[in-house]
């Protein structure tokens, strides 16, 4: 990279902090005002930063995200514009679409994706940044819970554009993914939803959780991923 690009600045980190606290210390080199995040297994479109501080410009109080596009399938959906479903997981809306069903105007989401985020960066601070116990996955779900129940939105620009691998670095369906993603999720769920809302999302959510397993992981053969789940919990 120094070679290829010098006029963009390295730092080298001599331990591997994750996705989180990793990004947590490069934020804290930033001199300008505003923090762009985009993943190392992404093309961005030409226009992408650009469209995300153009949202950014017209309402300042918010988080930015991107609108995905499968790499290796450039006209399908991948991560958009989510909700929050009543197991406490986001869930995406707009996912697996073609590129002329996913709407081209400003939409509110309960997160937005680091993989292509744009952020004051005195807000990101003011919010704790990203949680570095995550070290990786879901640290900008968490992120997104703080903001929304502080009064900061977060949104996607459908016309901010990049094309995600997803999984690059620890591989989709890796025992250290899939269990920092359900770790890390039922953290999420017990940080933020009232004690009242608990006795139900956590049942389903162990719900979702053997679905997920007896209809994806089973038939795939990955039977070591039931323990990764259960370890999690």
């Known amino acids: 990279v120094r070679k290829e690009f010098p006029q963009i600045r390295s730092i080298l980190l001599s331990t591997n902090h994750g996705f989180a606290e990793g990004n947590n ?20 479109d030409p226009s992408w930063l650009t ?39 986001p869930t995406n809306i ?22 292509g985020m744009l952020i004051e960066k005195k807000l990101f601070f003011d919010l704790g940044g990203f949680d570095p116990t995550y070290f990786a996955y879901e640290e900008e779900k968490d992120m997104g819970w703080k903001a ?13 554009i990049y094309y995600h691998k997803g999984g690059a670095t620890l591989g989709q369906s890796s025992f250290q993914a899939i269990y920092l993603l359900w770790r890390n999720g039922l953290r999420n769920i017990l940080k933020y939803p009232s004690v009242s809302s608990l006795w139900y999302m ?16 089973i038939p795939k053969k990955r039977w070591a991923l039931g323990w990764t789940i259960c370890k999690a919990y």
């Open 25 to 44: 210390l490069a934020a804290q080199q930033v001199a300008g005002t505003l923090l762009a995040f985009l993943n190392n297994d992404t093309e961005a």
């Open 148 to 160: 929304w129940l502080r009064g900061y939105p977060s949104y996607v620009v459908t016309t901010s």
């Open 202 to 217: 956590l049942p389903m959510h162990l719900a979702y959780s053997l679905s997920v397993y007896l209809l994806i992981f």
């Open 51 to 89: 469209e995300l501080v153009q949202a950014y410009s017209k309402n300042p109080r918010g988080i930015y995200g991107s609108q995905a596009y499968q790499f290796d399938h450039r006209e399908i959906s991948a991560n958009s514009v989510t909700k929050l479903m009543a197991w406490g997981i």
């Open 94 to 115: 707009n996912v697996y679409k073609p590129r002329t069903n996913v709407p081209d105007h400003l939409q509110e989401s309960m997160y937005a994706d680091a993989a």
